[in-house]
């Protein structure tokens, strides 16, 4: 018979008494009420055939041979499991603690002789109404956990999926180390790293507002501008203007995304940083000071594009030197007090900190002493990048998979931007994509990059904006440096930079010829720092890539034309190996 059909409609009910006459009236009562009715005379009866008919009611005599009615009670209940059969124990007990113990046993109600027809019906109406509640609600908590589970089951799809997209970075890598909780990313946390073509990294650390899938949503497409604009050589600059105008789009009023980005560049010792409403990040130098680093923007998909402010703060660090951001997930851990960890936490373990001691290992250690031991909340992320030697992270950009389509071999390419664009648009990206056509060349697109970024920086700083290397030399200097590269790039004007490029192939391999050539009044190549010179401060490292990376390298004119020739040989695995001759060429 269908429960969920019954209502007040007839029910199968069990009687068990050992008293043939008491049993006979109680079961001519039930079948004219309309109800089936199944009898036992003893305990051992009602239970087995309880077992086989599962009837929807029990009456149960508490006194009877071979099995008591309270034994019999328990096995019933253990029967039924989870569900409700209500029990009604019949007796003519008037002791309390005989009474106590047929509830002890599972006993519902108590039916007491002789048998009253009306209380009977309001009895078994009563029983069956609570117990269409409770099949109510039990198929009510089953439909509610399958599709809880059906919905873990997508979310672990949606983040193996996400993962394959997310973590194509170099979060993996020696210099990183991270926490994310399981599951982060539909809580609102996301974390990407990716290495850039100049030989550097790029993080981003983020948290959305929300959970679950409306927190998940603009997950995707941030991974996919971060991944792909960072490959191409955007600046951390250039990827969160694009992030945030995204996110301004897609993203409904009151969902933002708070975040952080760091810019690494090894070569040049030097960080930039961003920070968009997370908590403080630090930079731990090596000697043991350390520097806070507070959020001064609001976060990403708050403001348009007209009012976004993309500046980073450039920061000396050094190889030794430890940075380390964090979503809200850290200072939100409580303990079994229902403390918060907070900013306070954070601080006393940096000031605990001890030599040999990592700073990723003495914050999870605090946070897990503090929480008792509980990690897996799903809104904790963690992140410490560690300054490394330029050479570190060498390999990282070479894993580029080839491509399969067939690119250009033989083209040459005029590119120049002009005026108010030298301070607002950086070409090397395009340029780059340019080369990257060349499908053999991908593999090399670190050391391109290098190439045009060395040239691009050298003309736009010290042809056009003449601002001089040496200044570089000491930490003061190299603030400065960067203080009046910006004001004197607001105020460019009457000023280009022309790149020449041009591709051919050879038997072995190809040549890349790139000429750079700037309106300013040119570089002083022949009174540059010495190898002896470029281990204090930084000027003169950009020379040395060059002359490193470049199977030749001519100056011109005034220093204000460069040519840089590029030969890469295939490997036997079918890569590009680059030209590994040093030659510095005078001007002609």
């Not at 059906?150 to 799809?157: F, M, P, V």
């Amino acid at each position: 018979m269908d429960d969920s059909q019954t209502g007040n409609r007839s029910l199968l009910i069990l009687i068990a008494d050992d008293s043939d006459s008491d049993r006979l009236i109680l079961k001519t009562l039930l079948r004219r009420l309309g109800h089936d009715v199944l009898d036992a005379a003893n305990g051992v009866e009602a239970v087995e055939l309880f077992r086989q008919a599962s009837p929807q009611l029990v009456f149960l005599d508490a006194m009877m041979p071979q099995m008591d009615g309270m034994e019999a009670a328990r096995k019933i209940k253990a029967l039924a499991g989870e569900r409700l059969v209500p029990l009604i124990f019949l007796t003519s007990l008037t002791n309390a603690d005989a009474l106590a113990r047929c509830l002890e046993a599972g006993g519902d109600d108590f039916l007491t002789k002789p048998y009253n027809r009306v209380i009977i019906e309001a009895k078994i109406n009563a029983f069956n109404r609570m117990r269409l509640m409770h099949q109510t609600i039990s198929e009510h908590r089953d439909l509610i956990h399958e599709r809880n589970r059906k919905l873990t089951e997508e979310q672990h799809i949606a983040k193996r999926v996400f993962d394959n997209i997310a973590h194509t970075g170099c979060l993996d890598t020696d210099s990183i180390r991270y926490h994310a909780s399981p599951l982060s990313i539909f809580n609102g946390d996301i974390l990407f790293a990716s290495p850039s073509p100049a030989g550097g990294i790029q993080i981003l650390i983020g948290d959305f507002t929300g959970h679950g899938l409306p927190a998940a949503v603009g997950a995707m497409p941030v991974a996919e501008i971060f991944y792909g604009m960072t490959a191409k050589g955007f600046s951390g600059s250039d990827v969160l203007r694009e992030i945030n105008q995204k996110l301004k789009r897609i993203l409904p009023a009151g969902m933002f995304c708070c975040a952080a980005m760091i810019q690494a560049d090894f070569a040049l010792s030097q960080v930039q940083i961003w920070n968009g409403g997370l908590p403080d990040g630090w930079l731990i130098r090596q000697d043991g000071s350390r520097r806070s680093l507070p959020s001064s923007h609001l976060p990403l998909g708050v403001l348009d594009a007209t009012r976004f402010d993309a500046s980073m703060t450039v920061i000396q660090a050094h190889p030794g030197d430890t940075l380390m951001f964090m979503t809200d997930g850290v200072l939100e851990t409580t303990s079994d007090q229902g403390d918060m960890f907070g900013d306070r936490g954070v601080v006393s373990t940096l000031n605990a900190l001890t030599d040999g001691v990592h700073i990723f290992d003495a914050i999870i250690d605090r946070v897990r002493a503090f929480s008792g031991g509980r990690l897996d909340q799903d809104d904790l992320t963690l992140v410490t990048l560690d300054m490394a030697a330029s050479e570190a992270l060498g390999g990282l950009s070479d894993e580029v998979p080839l491509s399969a389509l067939e690119g250009p071999a033989e083209w040459h390419c005029v590119y120049e931007v002009r005026d108010r664009t030298l301070g607002q648009f950086s070409p090397l990206p395009l340029l780059l994509h340019i080369c990257m056509e060349v499908p053999a060349l991908r593999r090399r697109s670190g050391e391109i990059y290098t190439l045009l970024s060395e040239l691009y920086t050298n003309a736009l700083e010290h042809g056009v904006l003449g601002l001089p290397s040496e200044w570089k030399r000491t930490a003061d200097g190299f603030g400065r440096y960067y203080a009046e590269r910006e004001r004197r790039l607001s105020k460019v004007s009457d000023h280009f930079i022309t790149f020449r490029l041009t591709h051919s192939m050879t038997d072995s391999g190809g040549q890349l010829v790139i000429v750079c050539e700037d309106s300013g009044r040119g570089f002083d190549y022949q009174n540059h720092p010495g190898p002896a010179d470029i281990g204090r401060g930084y000027a003169g490292r950009g020379l040395m890539l060059l002359q490193r990376l470049a199977g030749s390298l001519t100056f011109r004119e005034r220093g204000n034309h460069v040519e840089i020739v590029y030969d890469w040989h295939f490997s036997e695995a079918g890569a590009p190996e680059g030209e590994a001759i040093t030659q510095h060429g005078g001007p002609s």
